[in-house]
């Protein structure tokens, strides 16, 4: 199936006959407005957004065409451009001022929420128990994942990140205003 985001609500298609088979929201017309954040999905759950900085929906998609089950709202808003990060159990919510929110991924439970940085554009990444966090004046936060709150250390490039890292294997890569960095764990060469 294919998920499209549209204002105020998510549709479902058949990924080979197009047909429609779901509406979860209200939205009604074409699909219009600027819907930034990507749903996510883990643990056969939909993590998603009906609109801008609106509050986060968990859905549990059922199959065979059958239309998702509600399990969730988030109680604030989440973010208006980084997507969050769902990774072990956990949802991680970027705000766009540099605050993390961390909520349970089954019930929608806030566990923390902790100023990091400023402005963000881009949506953080999960790796070795790890979670990468880039605000725009080029720090990037590594923080414990789980359920307590751990800055474990925070690099900087000198210049702004406003996209999202990319994962090869064990390089990550970031792009900021004028460079591409390759950053390389050489010790799993």
Not at 42 to 63: C, E, K, V
Not at 88 to 102: E, K, Q
Not at 107 to 127: C, D, F, Q, V, W
Request: with cysteine.
């Amino acid at each position: 199936d294919v998920l499209v985001s549209g204002k105020n609500r998510i549709t479902a298609y058949d990924a080979v006959t197009r047909a429609e088979l779901w509406q979860y929201g209200e939205g009604q017309g074409p699909f219009n407005g600027e819907i930034i954040v990507s749903p996510v999905y883990g643990d056969g759950i939909i993590f998603t957004q009906l609109w801008r900085q609106s509050p986060i929906h968990a859905i549990r998609l059922r199959g065979k065409g059958l239309p998702p089950e509600p399990l969730w709202v988030s109680e604030k808003p989440g973010p208006q451009e980084p997507s969050p990060l769902f990774y072990r159990g956990f949802l991680y919510a970027w705000m766009d001022n540099g605050v993390l929110a961390c909520l349970d991924g089954k019930t929608g439970k806030e566990i923390y929420r902790k100023r990091l940085g400023g402005a963000s554009n881009s949506s953080p990444m999960g790796s070795g128990g790890r979670v990468y966090l880039s605000d725009n004046d080029g720090n990037t936060f590594v923080v414990k994942a789980g359920p307590e709150f751990e800055l474990l250390a925070t690099n900087r490039l000198a210049e702004r990140i406003t996209a999202s890292p990319a994962v090869s294997g064990n390089r990550v890569y970031y792009r900021t205003d004028s460079h591409l960095y390759c950053i390389e764990n050489m010790a799993h060469r």
